[in-house]
């Protein structure tokens, strides 16, 4: 539990300096704005690529695993879009309700984190989900939000659709790293380099981000962040094991892994989405550093559970 702790305390301290950043006005506003499209526009884009043009699809796609883990999360994204709806507010808001709920910070801390705690051979199932979060869901609320903002159905959503698709950095880069992949193209030695620089910003830059926005905004609705972050560190999680273990019979150590990495706290690359979008930032911050700081401890005893340590 307390080594737990120790591994991540890293994470959380990038969060606080950046937050204290912005409240100290080390930081302006227009100098989080840049660092945020740094991070959406390069660090990610340079991070996912490099992900995506390393993973072995034949070796490690196993489709019983993907359906498992992509059928839990859609449950659950429906029924939070409902009850957000339900609660008030506007659809664009309670996709992104649902997207803070299923969606966790799988490349930042989920594949470093398990392939310490839980091994190596952890890492291969963490991309397929990782994978399934980007394929799946990273394209599933482009559309939901074009939808709500065009609100016209038929061949006439297609455009806009194909458009906030191609111009989501994060998506492009994710399926130029597969198609990189799977046309066997040699990636000279100092492009490694260069992506694997760029992308390492990734984490620091998201994180700081995600810290310095909170310092700018009161946090108006401090109970829809606890909600959040409940659903996504123990909600998201006991869905996937149900599922996992009792319904599709996953081999244990993948079903393992796969609650795990459902366990982990919301992903920076939604603060990154709503930041893009413009639809309720301090929102999302809130629920990422809430889960992020209760991680530490939810994490440790899901992992405990899982392996019974």
């Known amino acids: ?61 196993d489709l019983q695993f993907v359906g498992c883990y992509a059928l839990a999360t859609l449950i ?15 659809f664009e808001t309670s996709v992104f309700d649902a997207q803070t709920a299923t969606i966790g910070n799988t490349g ?16 291969g199932y963490v991309m397929m989900i990782l994978a399934t979060d980007f394929v799946i869901f990273g394209i599933l609320i482009v559309i939901l939000i074009m939808v709500s903002r065009d609100r016209k159905w038929g061949f006439g959503l297609l455009n806009p659709i194909a458009t906030g698709l191609f111009q989501n950095p994060m998506i492009l880069s994710f399926f130029l790293g597969i198609l990189w992949k799977y046309l066997d193209f040699q990636t000279p030695s100092f492009m490694k380099e260069f992506l694997l620089i760029l992308g390492q910003a990734a984490t620091p830059g998201a994180l700081f981000a995600i810290g310095a926005s909170l310092s700018f905004r009161k946090i108006d609705n401090p109970i829809s962040a606890f ?26 150590y993948a079903a393992a892994v796969m609650v795990i990495t459902a366990s982990l706290p919301v992903a920076g690359n939604t603060f990154m989405l709503a930041q893009h979008y413009k639809i309720n930032p301090e929102r999302i911050s809130a629920a990422i550093l809430l889960s992020t700081l209760f991680s530490a401890f939810t994490v440790t005893f899901t992992i405990a559970l899982m392996f019974q340590i």
């Open 1 to 61: 539990m307390i080594s737990t702790f120790i591994q991540t305390l890293p994470f959380f301290l990038i969060v606080g300096i950046g937050y204290l950043s912005g409240k100290y006005k080390f930081l302006g506003r227009r100098g989080i704005d840049a660092i945020t499209k740094f991070v959406f526009y390069f660090a990610l884009s340079a991070m996912l690529f490099r992900f995506s043009s390393q993973l072995e699809i034949n070796e490690i796609f």
């Open 108 to 123: 930042f801390l989920g594949i470093p984190l398990l392939a310490t705690l839980v091994g190596p051979q952890s890492v």
């Open 76 to 90: 659950l994204y429906i029924v939070v879009i409902f009850i957000s709806s339900l609660s008030g507010n506007k």
């Open 227 to 252: 909600w959040l972050s409940f659903l996504k560190l123990l909600g998201h999680p006991f869905l996937v094991g149900i599922m996992a273990f009792y319904l599709f019979y996953i081999e244990p």
